[in-house]
């Protein structure tokens, strides 16, 4: 095995390791919260009233949520299985990165959501969040089109084809959730005031402590996998991620 080959061997081993991690932490915290997400579900069964606000952020949460679920499994499933599975790489890659696209697109839209509603619907802010989120959707697509996978027989995985090419969606993504945080804190500053009572500084520092809790999240999920595909890293596997899901609050 040339030096090389050992050197791609031991990333491959190191990738796996860390999609396994995030993996595993996704599975832990989706058993952990199944009762959340099934009250959710059935909350409108039990005579509750919604409005048509409350159902589309439920509904972009659930789909969140499970479009995540979904690409955890297919991944975990070309991990273990490809080289004796009846799926092929390029059909577990659609799957993969399909709803992984979905996923991250609702997970930008949730906490757009909670920008919109604290800047009281503000028509200029709406429409530049309704436009970079359309745009951010509009490259992920790109970069599913253009992206492939093929079976690695030497370490036995599905890889990628010009990772390059993913750069300006991790651009993108980033790029998103920055402006869609910012206004979200620049909306609750200017909401911060006193004498708006106690429950409303409550949901405000709910707001806070979920937005920041976002920006961490991101910024760890994000900036490195940037920072690898700027560097051009020959690393042909798909980047380890996870999509966040801010915890729905009808």
Not at 74 to 88: H, K, P, T
Not at 92 to 115: C, H, K, M, N
Not at 124 to 147: D, E, G, H, Q, W
Not at 176 to 202: K, N, T, V
């Amino acid at each position: 095995m040339s030096r090389s080959t050992a050197m791609e061997s031991r990333e491959y081993v190191n990738f796996e390791i860390i999609s396994l991690l995030f993996d595993g932490m996704y599975l832990l915290e989706m058993i952990s919260f199944m009762n959340f997400d099934w009250a959710l579900l059935t909350r409108n069964k039990h005579g509750g009233r919604t409005s048509l606000l409350g159902k589309s952020v439920k509904a972009t949460y659930l789909l969140c949520r499970y479009c995540s679920l979904i690409s955890c499994v297919a991944e975990l499933y070309s991990f273990f299985n490809v080289s004796r599975g009846s799926l092929s790489c390029e059909v577990l890659f659609r799957i993969v990165t399909g709803t992984a696209i979905l996923a991250a697109t609702f997970s930008s839209a949730l906490i757009a959501i909670r920008a919109v509603v604290v800047w009281v619907y503000d028509v200029r802010l709406t429409s530049l969040i309704v436009l970079v989120l359309l745009a951010v959707l509009a490259i992920n697509i790109r970069t599913y089109v253009i992206l492939s996978s093929s079976y690695d027989p030497i370490n036995m995985l599905c890889a990628l084809d010009h990772m390059h090419v993913n750069l300006p969606n991790v651009i993108a993504l980033l790029s998103c959730d920055s402006i869609i945080l910012a206004a979200l804190f620049a909306g609750l500053y200017r909401w911060h005031e006193p004498g708006y009572g106690e429950g409303s500084f409550s949901l405000w520092s709910l707001l806070w402590r979920q937005g920041v809790l976002y920006l961490a999240l991101a910024s760890t999920l994000e900036i490195p996998a940037l920072v690898f595909l700027a560097l051009n890293r020959d690393c042909k596997s798909t980047t380890p991620s996870r999509d966040i899901c801010p915890t729905y609050a009808p």
